[in-house]
C-alpha cells in the first residue's frame, strides 16, 4: 500500500467502484468471492477481478490479510469517503466549485415529480431542525 494516500483526493474508476461496493457490502471478501458476485452480472475474468483488487490496493482503497490460501481484503476507503470525493470532484469540474449550481441541477433536472420535491422539502426542514438543535 501507498504511505501517503490522499483519502480526500481519492477517485474510483467505474470498475474499481463496483468492486469496491461488493467489498463495502461484504465486509472482507476474497477475490473469488467478488468474482462470484459480480460475474453474473457482466461476465468478467477472475484475473481480472485480482488485478483491479491489487490496484486498489496499490492505490491504497485495501489492505488484505492471507485467509488459509486466500487473500481476505477490507476496505480502508470509506464508501462515504467516496461519496464525499466523487461530489466535490463533480461540483470542482462540472458546476466550478459551486454546490448551489449541482443542487439547482439536480431540482431542475433529476426531481422530476412533486412526491420527490416533497420529500426533500421533508428533508431539507429535518436538517434545519438538527442544525438549530
Not at 489492505?63 to 476496505?75: I, M, N, P, Q, T
Request: aromatic content about 8%; proline content about 3%; some cysteine.
Amino acid at each position: 500500500m501507498k504511505k501517503d494516500v490522499d483519502m480526500d483526493s481519492f477517485l474510483l474508476t467505474r470498475s474499481e467502484l463496483q468492486i469496491m461496493k461488493v467489498v463495502w457490502d461484504e465486509g472482507a471478501v476474497t477475490a473469488r468471492h467478488v468474482h462470484k458476485i459480480l460475474s453474473p452480472q457482466k461476465p468478467i475474468a477472475y484475473n481480472t477481478i485480482l488485478t483491479f483488487m491489487r490496484i486498489l490496493e496499490e492505490k491504497g482503497a485495501l489492505c488484505h490479510v492471507r485467509s488459509g490460501r486466500a487473500f481476505l481484503y477490507k476496505a480502508i476507503l470509506t464508501r462515504e469517503q467516496a461519496i464525499r470525493n466523487h461530489v466535490r470532484d463533480s461540483i470542482d469540474r462540472y458546476f466550478d466549485g459551486c454546490p448551489e449550481k449541482l443542487l439547482v441541477d439536480v431540482l431542475i433536472n433529476e426531481m422530476t415529480s412533486p412526491e420527490q420535491l416533497g420529500q426533500v422539502k421533508t428533508l431539507f426542514g429535518v436538517w434545519q431542525e438538527n442544525e438549530v438543535a
